[in-house]
């Protein structure tokens, strides 16, 4: 089984994707509100609830490919859920332009207000992230 579940990773949300059981397709899973839950407890179960160990988190960079404050942020909270979730893969990839695109989804395609996209779009953005990975490995 090559199950994963990937994660935008913010300041305010993290966004939440899953793959399904073959590694082929990564679906939106959920949005967890940072001031309003442990992300790291609430990812620990997720990853009970999915079965998997695999976790792809996106790295934001900045266009010329060097880091930025918030990779540092990010490298941070992947540190920190290593230490606190036992046995877990953590496998970093760009995510650059993956909020603008996810942006851009759902602007064009779906039929939600700003106020309404604006609470998914991390989530769709984890599952560009995830995807790009399931289809980097394939």
């Known amino acids: 089984m090559k199950?994963?579940?990937?994660?935008?990773?913010?300041?305010?949300?993290?966004g939440?994707?899953?793959?399904?059981p073959l590694g082929i397709l990564a679906t939106s899973l959920e949005v967890?509100?940072?001031?309003?839950?442990?992300p790291i407890k609430r990812i620990k179960e997720i990853l009970s609830e999915e079965g998997t160990r695999k976790i792809v988190v996106g790295l934001p960079r900045s266009l010329d490919g060097t880091k930025k404050r918030q990779a540092e942020k990010v490298e941070e909270f992947i540190e920190q859920m290593k230490q606190k979730i036992e046995?877990?893969?953590?496998?970093?990839?760009d995510e650059r332009y993956t909020t603008t695109e996810a942006e851009h989804y759902l602007k064009n395609y779906s039929k939600k207000s700003g106020k309404e996209r604006r609470k998914v779009v991390d989530m769709v953005a984890a599952s560009i992230i995830l995807q790009k990975y399931l289809d980097r490995i394939k």
């Open 3 to 14: 199950k994963f579940i990937g994660l935008d990773v913010g300041d305010v949300r993290i």
């Open 16 to 20: 939440v994707a899953k793959s399904d």
């Open 32 to 38: 967890i509100e940072r001031k309003k839950e442990d």
């Open 87 to 93: 046995n877990v893969e953590v496998i970093t990839v």
